[in-house]
């Protein structure tokens, strides 16, 4: 009855490790073809687009390229014209030719006219609330519960393992506990 019971656990354990590997190459996988097909995950920092999304929100945008088709209401990611390392979410308000203009929902006034190459993507849905944990994952803190703690318990484990494989094995003979 006991090594039944061992043997149960064990498989629950081993059930465990190999379902927690497929979810872990499932995530790997599945963000590395978002990332090949032109799909990115954005913060939401400021509230400029309010009601439609808020601070903390993230976004799921679509890559799109210069010549592909835009219209009024469409809401896209691009770079300021101001800062060029800031990447802004806001709707399309009008287009003039190759330039197009943009509002955030909650502004009371346009943004600079911007041009069609500044354009990053095309918004595709809201995800509420995420951008606060990703981020909190970019805090120390938050990097090392994400990464380092499961890290080190995968090597905890790994090594408890190896020991048991290669622990000398212990015999009793005549009632005396023996190494071999």
């Known amino acids: 009855m006991a090594s039944y019971l061992v043997a149960v656990q064990s498989a629950r354990r081993g059930l465990a490790r190999g379902l927690g590997v497929m979810i872990?190459?499932?995530i790997a996988a599945g963000l590395a073809f978002a990332h090949s097909s032109g799909v990115?995950?954005?913060r939401v920092q400021t509230g400029s687009m309010a009601p439609t999304f808020v601070a903390g929100d993230a976004v799921?945008?679509?890559r799109v390229e210069p010549s592909q088709q835009l219209t009024v209401g469409d809401i896209i990611s691009f770079r300021s014209s101001v800062d060029r390392r800031l990447i802004l979410s806001h709707r399309v308000v009008s287009i003039q030719g190759e330039r197009l203009v943009t509002q955030g929902d909650a502004n009371q006034r346009h943004?600079?006219?911007i041009d069609r190459r500044q354009v990053i993507g095309l918004v595709a849905a809201r995800a509420p609330g995420l951008g606060r944990w990703l981020d909190r994952l970019q805090t120390p803190i938050g990097l090392a519960l994400a990464v380092y703690l499961p890290a080190v318990?995968?090597?905890?484990?790994q090594l408890r393992r190896l020991a048991s494989v290669y622990r000398p094995?212990?015999?009793r003979l005549y009632g005396r506990r023996t190494v071999l």
């Open 169 to 171: 094995a212990h015999y």
């Open 153 to 157: 318990l995968i090597l905890a484990d």
């Open 40 to 42: 990115a995950l954005r």
């Open 111 to 113: 943004d600079l006219a």
């Open 24 to 26: 872990v190459v499932a």
């Open 60 to 62: 799921i945008v679509r």
